[in-house]
T-cell receptor, first 115, second 112 residues
Framework: DAGVIQSPRHEVTEMGQEVTLRCKPISGHDYLFWYRQTMMRGLELLIYFNNNVPIDDSGMPEDRFSAKMPNASFSTLKIQPSEPRDSAVYFC?????????????FGPGTRLTVL | DAKTTQPPSMDCAEGRAANLPCNHS???????VYWYRQIHSQGPQYIIHGLKNNETNEMASLIITEDRKSSTLILPHATLRDTAVYYCIVRVAEHYGQNFVFGPGTRLSVLP
């Protein structure tokens, strides 16, 4: 298995532009998570999906952020318009959804820089 | 949910055992202890988890005290590649979302 795949790995954009981050979870995993990591705030959970349905988006910082999961093999995190304070590493993770076996598999991350 | 406290940093000599402590004094009876690590610029990686008993896998051992208020992750023969930030997390196994919280962790430096 290729693991969780994220694209792009690096993104540099200018303030005000739209940014779309992409994630392909591990096949068969029922849960998908989006995290953001900064030096100041550490690793924060933004939103997670179960069977393609958003379950908890209370970590999404504001309306400029949106996430979708149109099918079991693809999810996007969109920022529109982007701001310099959105600069961070964004991780996607998936989980098979078994109650006790709760290992999360993380992708390599997308490093976003907003100028 | 219970919170955890970990030392901010530790050093370990290559080839020696690395013992990383974690305090979780308010842990509930149905909460598990999980350990992840994050090597620079990579996504966090699962290491091990446990409820009451000590656990061992190919990566590490987890020792949980009898009162469950603290635990220790042991890397038996640390290598330079084990240099990373190690996170101790407590959570109910069936719960997801905001219950899965990464703290600042312990930055382990394995020295040659």
């Amino acid at each position: 298995d290729a693991g969780v795949i994220q694209s792009p790995r690096h993104e540099v954009t200018e303030m005000g532009q739209e940014v779309t981050l992409r994630c392909k979870p591990i096949s068969g995993h029922d849960y998908l998570f989006w995290y953001r990591q900064t030096m100041m705030r550490g690793l924060e959970l933004l939103i997670y999906f179960n069977n393609n349905v958003p379950i908890d988006d209370s970590g999404m910082p504001e309306d400029r952020f949106s996430a979708k999961m149109p099918n079991a093999s693809f999810s996007t995190l969109k920022i529109q318009p982007s701001e310099p304070r959105d600069s961070a590493v964004y991780f996607c993770a998936s989980n098979p959804g078994l109650a006790v076996y709760n290992e999360q598999f993380f992708g390599p991350g997308t490093r976003l820089t907003v100028l | 949910d219970a919170k955890t406290t970990q030392p901010p940093s530790m050093d370990c000599a290559e080839g020696r055992a690395a013992n990383l402590p974690c305090n979780h004094s308010t842990i509930s009876g149905n909460e598990y202890v999980y350990w992840y690590r994050q090597i620079h610029s990579q996504g966090p990686q699962y290491i091990i988890h446990g409820l009451k008993n000590n656990e061992t896998n190919e990566m590490a051992s987890l020792i949980i005290t009898e009162d469950r208020k603290s635990s220790t992750l042991i890397l038996p023969h640390a290598t330079l590649r084990d240099t990373a930030v190690y996170y101790c997390i407590v959570r109910v196994a069936e719960h997801y979302g905001q219950n899965f919280v990464f703290g600042p962790g312990t930055r382990l430096s394995v020295l040659p």
